[in-house]
T-cell receptor, first 114, second 113 residues
Framework: DSGVTQTPKHLITATGQRVTLRCSPR?????VYWYQQSLDQGLQFLIQ???????AKGNILERFSAQQFPDLHSELNLSSLELGDSALYFC?????????????FGPGTRLTVL | DAKTTQPTSMDCAEGRAANLPCNHS???????VYWYRQIHSQGPQYIIH???NNETNEMASLIITEDRKSSTLILPHATLRDTAVYYC??????????????FGKGMKLTVNP
């Protein structure tokens, strides 16, 4: 158990819909990262938040957005869903202090868009 | 971040040591070597990291060559539960910027009974 929790575990929805994925980082971790894993793309970095502020963006679509709240949990919002958005979405956290910054991953949310 | 090269796959007998190689010939002086693994569709699991010296923890050992251009992850007594995709990643330490992990294709380790 990494200490990172994600809800829900599974999500099935239809094209055009909007969903919210939630992540609670390990206690004390300030950085939260979101990754997407699809069959053809592998694990891809989407976005990073550090202590409530967006720190970096990767290959994140404009239909996707995220935020990190004062209690440091984070939500990833996916809208106007398409079939190709079906994937595993992982959240990771790290301490966010100077140093190696190893990341600890949650169990993921499996999104299926029908 | 430096790129890494790993074999596509490797087999290992249960109970034997599994030695997983990784080449990172363009690694910079301040970049760490990290190893993660992903069992089936679970979240990637942090295994170990190192800068220059060899490292050991309860999961594995990491041997980094003196020139730091390659490394080997050693699972001393592989079990069936070690079957997974292993990722070798090179990245700078956290300095307040973006410390995203860039995952390659990794290496599939299959531990056989």
């Amino acid at each position: 158990d990494s200490g990172v929790t994600q809800t829900p575990k599974h999500l099935i929805t239809a094209t055009g819909q909007r969903v919210t994925l939630r992540c609670s980082p390990r206690s004390g971790d300030l950085s939260v990262y979101w990754y997407q894993q699809s069959l053809d793309q592998g694990l891809q970095f989407l976005i990073q938040y550090y202590n409530g502020e967006e720190r970096a963006k990767g290959n994140i679509l404009e239909r996707f957005s995220a935020q990190q709240f004062p209690d440091l949990h984070s939500e990833l919002n996916l809208s106007s869903l398409e079939l190709g958005d079906s994937a595993l979405y992982f959240c990771a956290s790290s301490p966010g202090v100077a140093g190696p910054g190893e990341q600890f991953f949650g169990p993921g949310t499996r999104l299926t868009v029908l | 971040d430096a790129k890494t090269t790993q074999p596509t796959s490797m087999d290992c007998a249960e109970g034997r040591a599994a030695n997983l190689p990784c080449n990172h010939s363009t690694i910079s002086g301040n970049e760490y070597v990290y190893w993660y693994r992903q069992i089936h569709s679970q979240g990637p699991q942090y295994i170990i990291h190192g800068l220059k010296n060899n490292e050991t923890n309860e999961m594995a050992s990491l041997i980094i060559t003196e020139d730091r251009k390659s490394s080997t992850l050693i699972l001393p007594h592989a079990t069936l539960r070690d079957t997974a995709v292993y990722y070798c990643i090179v990245r700078a330490p956290f300095q307040g910027g973006s410390e995203k992990l860039v995952f390659g294709k990794g290496m599939k380790l299959t531990v056989n009974p």
